[in-house]
């Protein structure tokens, strides 16, 4: 039995199979105890799988339970400045590393700018007198005396975790290792920085190193109070009962399987787009920081794939944010991120996040301007149409506006009230004339943001979206999906099936996938020479790959490995990532001219980095065919509603998104209501419903049947 959960900032979503069909379930999140509110998904989705037909003694077969998480537990802890006391221990003159930086600015005009508080402050930087060269060569051991001083002054600082990190150990780490294995044989939790990131740029690695150590204490507690949440709800559904009372009162019975029975095993999601175990996640948080956008993107990559769309833009919106990305033959990544003003080295997919949600707060600046977010209400209190909250959202603007049709969420089971939006809103509109012009204001708004985000990743990085198709999921995803592909002239929309849990469904689907990288800053100059160098180098890290996806129970030929080059003009600060494979120069020529719009073929070209990505196969779950339409039935059932499209009062049909059937087609204006989310067609789109039940709106209805395929 297979489960995943992505936690977002309003509902966590739990998507799992059922009779070979995928389910969804969703429950109001919890900031402060994420784990209750998995704990509650997996009940309702335990509770759901025993519904199912059966005798008794066949439900019992079931004795395994994976449930892999999305969350944002390590996002919002580094948010927030809610991690670890953190002692940092490097080379002794380069304490200050966190507070010198880079040369770069954040605003380059601004004599006022305030850089982040470094994770941890000066008291707590330890310099250990070693110095290594930078071949790796030691110019001055570490001897046992300094050792021990470093212990002494850690113990007087009772940190919660520990990073180590010294100058070129990414070329040679027996310094790291010495102080790490006496650190952890004190008790300390330890980030070493040749585990997490062995790799050069002091800076980079060090500030990976100190945020994988300040998020290792909340993300252990966190992992750890799932383990016991999911171990209590899987011990006490009634199958379970029955399975240990035959595990233990049989002898036919293997052994393996009594243990496995007995405790659920938790993966977590990577920002990489895999998986890994939640012992893993534990000590290597930092992997985890876009962890459920991850999942979305990987969701987004397979619907696309059903559909036979090649060039698409996602565009997860959810309770809290917008998360975009492009899909263009592969996802892509980067190991250039920043989070919170503070650089992360380790890869991640090329994921774009605004502050725009269900739940963003819509307020009036200073001079009078309307803006929404980044700030969100969250679960508590909510939207004003929750029932307890009491700002307005651009989720109340769409209850005022009718785009509910006054059914409420999750099928009807939470309730709106809309009434109460309306009067809080009338409160609040500031110099609007009325309610209905608010709320237009605060979609158009969070529109413009949204938009503004979608360039970030296409126009910015030389792509045009007119070539793209949205693939739009989240709750609210289908709100705005439209309204952004008219704006930036996309070639349509895609809604798939189970919008409000795609993240889930990608979790679902996603592999175990492990990240090795190796320096090298090996010149280009000689082919062969090349070539042999680079095979000596790939070769221990396959090794490192093979060895720990075996160790996962991975067999040979479900493991799949894929190389990869940084590289650089020489004299380049920066590098751009190409597979390496094939004429990989020729590659990183056209990357550059893409990304920087020239080419320099006589320049010479260095490989800095080694980049090794191991990739476990896992079984993946499926979108089922639905039903086809009966002849003369290609218009979907639907009733008449009132709402606003457009700045007026329109009669728009209500479509239910359980009874469309596969060839059915409508057109705008139109609300599509189901269990996950809510879309609007407006006036002028068709819409049209494959055989997976996917609805793909062509732009305005121009683009032809086939346009999508290539």
Excluded at 396 to 412: C, E, K
Excluded at 472 to 484: K, P, R, V
């Amino acid at each position: 039995m297979r489960i995943a959960v992505d936690t977002g900032g309003t509902f966590t979503d739990c998507v799992f199979v059922r009779d070979g069909k995928l389910r969804i379930v969703k429950v109001a999140s919890q900031r402060e105890n994420p784990e209750a509110a998995i704990g509650q998904a997996v009940a309702a989705a335990l509770r759901d799988l025993e519904d199912t037909s059966g005798a008794p003694e066949k439900r019992a077969e079931t004795r395994n339970l994976d449930l892999v998480c999305g969350t944002t537990v390590g996002t919002n802890a580094l948010l927030e400045r809610r991690g670890g006391r953190v002692a940092l221990i490097t080379t002794a003159g380069f304490e200050d590393v966190l507070e010198i930086g880079r040369q770069a600015r954040p605003k380059l005009y601004d004599f006022f700018v305030e850089k982040p508080e470094p994770l941890v402050a000066a008291s707590a930087r330890i310099g250990v007198k070693e110095r290594l060269a930078w071949d790796g060569s030691i110019l001055e051991a570490l001897s046992a005396r300094e050792i021990r001083r470093m212990l002494r002054t850690v113990g007087r600082l009772r940190p919660e975790a520990v990073a180590v990190c010294f100058l070129f150990s990414f070329r040679n780490a027996v310094h790291e290792r010495r102080v790490a294995k006496v650190l952890r044989r004190a008790g300390y939790l330890v980030s070493v920085s040749h585990e997490i990131l062995p790799e050069f740029r002091e800076y980079e690695r060090t500030s990976t190193t100190i945020i994988n150590a300040y998020l290792a204490p909340v993300m252990s507690r966190y992992l750890s109070g799932t383990q016991q949440r999911v171990q209590q709800v899987w011990s006490s559904t009634p199958s379970r009962k029955r399975t240990r009372a035959v595990a233990h009162g049989s002898e036919q019975l293997p052994r393996a399987q009594k243990i496995s029975s007995d405790v659920p095993r938790v993966q977590v999601m990577q920002s990489n787009g895999g998986i890994i175990s939640a012992a893993k996640a534990a000590t290597e948080p930092v992997t985890t920081i876009l962890s459920g956008p991850a999942g979305g993107v990987i969701g987004a990559e397979y619907v696309a794939e059903m559909a036979g769309i090649k060039k698409a833009i996602t565009f997860d919106m959810g309770g809290t944010s917008t998360d975009v990305a492009l899909l263009s033959g592969q996802m892509q990544t980067t190991v250039e991120s920043t989070v919170s003003g503070f650089p992360i080295a380790v890869p991640m997919l090329e994921i774009h996040t605004v502050g725009a949600g269900g739940g963003s707060i819509a307020r009036f600046d200073r001079g009078g301007a309307l803006r929404v977010g980044p700030k969100s209400v969250g679960a508590e209190p909510g939207p004003i149409c929750y029932g307890r909250g009491d700002l307005p959202t651009v989720t109340d603007a769409h209850a005022v506006l009718g785009h509910f049709s006054n059914a409420g969420l999750l099928g009807g089971a939470f309730a709106l009230d809309v009434e109460r939006a309306r009067k809080r809103m009338d409160d609040l509109r500031g110099t609007f004339r009325n309610v209905q012009q608010f709320a237009e204001g605060i979609l158009a708004v969070a529109n413009a943001v949204m938009e503004k985000a979608i360039r970030v990743i296409s126009v910015e990085r030389g792509h045009d979206p007119r070539d793209y198709v949205l693939v739009a999921f989240g709750g609210a995803g289908g709100l705005h999906a439209c309204a952004l592909a008219d704006a930036l002239e996309m070639r349509g929309v895609l809604m798939p099936m189970f919008p409000g849990g795609l993240s889930a469904l990608g979790i679902l689907r996603a592999d175990v996938v492990k990240e090795f990288s190796r320096t090298v800053l090996l010149a280009v100059n000689n082919a062969t020479k090349t070539a042999n160098e680079l095979r000596k180098s790939f070769r221990a890290l396959e090794q490192d790959a093979f060895r720990a996806l075996r160790s996962e129970g991975f067999a040979t030929q479900k493991i799949r490995i894929e190389g990869r080059l940084d590289m650089r003009y020489t004299g380049q600060a920066y590098e751009l990532t190409v597979p390496a494979t094939g004429d990989f120069v020729a590659a990183f020529q056209t990357a550059h001219e893409k990304r920087y719009g020239y080419r320099d073929p006589l320049r010479p070209v260095e490989i800095v980095n080694l980049r090794c990505r191991a990739t476990g196969i896992t079984e993946k779950p499926v979108l089922s065919r639905i039903p086809q339409a009966p002849r003369g039935a290609r218009r979907p059932a639907a009733r008449a509603v009132r709402c606003v499209f457009d700045g007026e009062m329109q009669t728009a049909t209500l479509i239910a998104r359980g009874e469309l059937r596969a060839g059915q087609s409508f057109a705008g204006p139109a609300i599509v209501s189901e269990y996950s989310a809510t879309t609007l067609v407006p006036r002028g789109w068709k819409a049209r419903v494959d055989d997976y039940g996917q609805i793909f709106l062509p732009q305005n209805g121009r683009t032809k049947r086939n346009a999508l395929r290539p």
